[in-house]
């Protein structure tokens, strides 16, 4: 719907809102009862993190939620993503659950609740207890059983207060970058426990809901990183188009495929597939029971094109096809932040209607986007994050063009809220519409803040300056 100013109006009832994750902006990393988690054990490793920053205090928000929960008010978002920490639930991840951590999240949730905030929780964003990492992780089939458990203690003691639960946050960076390539926790380099662990978030997300369904949850989806798969240079290149699909069934097949279908995809390299002992009879079934939404992370989209991965030209690497004649590309015509991620809106267009094609009408949540940027706070006190504002804007345009043509978006939660710890960047890389000055906790909201809630408030985002 277009107003008569030209801006692209949002359905009504739209949620706008911001995402964070508990080990990214918690601190308090071991009080109230909590046990360690995989990340507090990686970050404490030297060599590990940039800088070698940890979690223990980040955005000391465990303490500061209450400020938190106003600054979101003070913006008109109406909705907020957070993720809730196992380990401050079921300290060794097994067992009854420890009542201080879940008091804390009830107190999160009844301030929300009075600031009308509507939560959307997520249990799982990385932050697995250290002693189920000690008996192999998510390489080990019990691990889906305990999550299922642990889902379960949150739905009793928090279902009513939260209606949209998000079973796991992005599977396939925990198996890739945790168990594959080893930049997260628990930093393995293990092909064979990446596959198997592959299967295993699977299957936890579907025991998951189904415990969640059990105590009478009203929604629950799982949220995955999609990027789309382009080739440059044409169609007709066969080798191309064979590494596409090979790279699609990689990165978004193999999550998609089950959580929609109940199958496994039939480009992805052997290797990455679980062995087939390790799929017990009913496994996909679990996986693929009825999702109520779908959340998808976008930030980037991969390109590739014909070229020798054994030399190189500029903006090239190796295909994680491990294709011959082809390379992945990075295009100098578009930007990339300082993550080197690049920046192409169109890419949240692509990756909507390609979902809503493939499952039509189910309700979609935008659970993160977002962009790194290189902010800091002027002679004036303020901190105007221009190239912020502009990917905002950008992708929300796109987002908005989405939903015309068609794309179910329930909602947009921009990543993030606050400038947090960034993983294997520690606090190196900011993502924040407020900033976080981490020396002092001041929190000073951006540019791309007042520009974001400007569009919440309005339901509506303006047109793109011309040019
Ligand atoms: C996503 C993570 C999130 C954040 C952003 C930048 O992959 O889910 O926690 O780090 O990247």
Not at 11 to 36: C, L, M, R, V
């Amino acid at each position: 719907m277009t107003t008569a100013n030209g801006a692209l109006g949002f359905p009504e009832g739209f949620s706008w809102g911001s995402a964070t994750a508990a080990y990214q902006i918690e601190g308090a990393a071991n009080i109230d009862g909590k046990g360690p988690s995989v990340w507090d054990t990686f970050s404490h490793e030297p060599g590990n993190i940039r800088g070698g920053d940890t979690g223990d205090v980040a955005c000391d928000s465990y303490r500061r939620y209450r400020e938190d929960v106003a600054l979101m008010a003070s913006l008109g978002l109406k909705a907020y993503r957070f993720s809730i920490s196992w380990p401050r639930v079921q300290p060794g991840g097994r067992g009854p659950a420890n009542s201080r951590g879940l008091d804390h999240y009830r107190a999160l949730l009844d301030e929300l609740g009075e600031h009308g905030i509507e939560p959307t929780v997520t249990l799982y964003h990385w932050d697995l207890p250290q002693e189920l990492q000690d008996d192999g992780g998510w390489a080990v089939r019990e691990v889906a059983e305990r999550f299922a458990e642990y889902a379960s203690i949150c739905a009793e003691a928090l279902g009513d207060r939260v209606a949209r639960w998000i079973t796991l946050n992005e599977p396939q960076v925990v198996s890739n970058n945790g168990y594959r390539h080893g930049q997260h926790a628990p930093g393995l380099r293990d092909p064979q426990a990446a596959a198997a662990a592959t299967h295993h978030l699977l299957l936890g997300h579907g025991l998951a809901t189904q415990a969640l369904r059990d105590l009478g949850a009203a929604e629950v989806g799982i949220t995955l990183d999609l990027h789309p798969i382009r080739a440059l240079g044409g169609t007709g290149d066969g080798d191309v188009e064979s590494a596409r699909l090979i790279t699609d069934a990689m990165v978004n097949g193999l999550y998609l495929e089950p959580v929609l279908f109940g199958r496994y995809p039939v480009h992805a390299p052997a290797g990455m597939l679980p062995p087939p002992a390790l799929v017990a009879g009913g496994d996909m079934e679990i996986i693929s029971q009825r999702l109520d939404f779908l959340g998808i992370n976008y930030y980037s989209p991969v390109f590739l094109r014909a070229g020798d991965p054994a030399d190189l030209r500029r903006n090239e690497v190796p295909a994680r096809s491990g294709s011959l004649d082809v390379v992945e590309y990075r295009p100098g015509r578009l930007e990339r932040t300082t993550m080197g991620w690049l920046v192409d809106a169109d890419g949240l267009y692509e990756i909507l209607l390609e979902v809503s094609k493939q499952a039509p009408g189910l309700p979609l949540y935008i659970t993160e986007n977002g962009r790194a940027a290189e902010d800091y706070v002027n002679p004036l006190g303020e901190v105007d994050d221009i190239e912020r504002v502009r990917y905002l804007h950008t992708h929300l345009q796109a987002a908005a063009r989405a939903i015309r043509d068609g794309a179910s978006l329930a909602g947009y939660f921009v990543w993030s809220l606050l400038d947090n710890f960034e993983w294997a960047w520690g606090y190196q890389r900011r993502f924040g519409i407020v900033f976080v000055d981490f020396g002092t906790q001041r929190r000073i909201p951006k540019s791309s803040a007042r520009f974001y809630s400007e569009i919440a408030r309005a339901n509506a985002v303006p047109p793109l300056p011309a040019g």
